[in-house]
């Protein structure tokens, strides 16, 4: 079973990822814990990292190095060569050429992903207004990052199976959503 994770931030898909994989008991791979990884930035736990001065410094160590490049690498190697794992990325599921895998789209609006965003972190010093912006910004650097190196959109939902906006559902009702989707792919592919 091959499955890849998309969502753009705070969308939800680092959680669903690990609930899909505790399920089936699949391998997990994040590219944003190995991209981190691979610029030393090891604490890839903290929460919102993206916002504070080591995340501004992070997009500037990504600018100047070719990391996104052998991270998205090393993860298709991964998915060209083994089997039950599931993929949380960007650019995975649109570099990804086969027609085996299981392709999921947590798509909930920006508002929502703030809401999610300010929900999850134990201390409140960003408001909500703060976390649009941040994530709106990251986004769109995002995208433009992975369009200047891939010619890809990773706002474009096309090519996946699924697409979910998860904004009104509860984490679990998301991960029943989800495995029911899996189960009924797994049966009918």
Same mark, same amino acid.
């Given at each position: ?55 501004? $410094?992070?997009? !500037? %160590? ?10 998205? &690498?090393?993860? #298709?190697? @991964? ?27 947590? $798509?909930?609006? !920006? %508002? ?10 134990? &201390?409140?010093? #960003?408001? @909500? ?46 991960? #029943? ?13």
């Amino acid at each position: 079973m091959k499955i890849f994770i998309m969502g753009l931030t705070a969308s939800g898909k680092s959680t669903q990822a690990k609930r899909i994989a505790h399920f089936y008991g699949l391998k997990h791979y994040c590219g944003s814990v190995d991209l981190l990884r691979r610029l030393n930035h090891n604490d890839s736990n903290k929460s919102h990292w993206w916002f504070n001065e080591e995340g501004q $410094n992070i997009e !500037l %160590e990504r600018d100047q190095a070719d990391v996104d490049l052998e991270v998205d &690498e090393r993860l #298709l190697e @991964i998915a060209n060569t083994e089997d039950d794992y599931i993929f949380e990325s960007w650019t995975t599921p649109f570099l990804y050429g086969r027609n085996d895998a299981i392709k999921i789209y947590l $798509n909930p609006p !920006l %508002e929502s992903r703030s809401k999610m965003a300010w929900n999850s972190k134990i &201390e409140k010093s #960003l408001s @909500i207004e703060s976390l649009v912006n941040g994530i709106k910004n990251k986004d769109t650097k995002s995208r433009d990052r992975f369009a200047k190196l891939y010619g890809i959109d990773i706002f474009s939902t096309i090519g996946f199976q699924i697409v979910l906006d998860n904004s009104l559902l509860a984490q679990a009702q998301t991960s #029943l959503i989800l495995l029911q989707y899996i189960s009924f792919f797994q049966k009918h592919q």
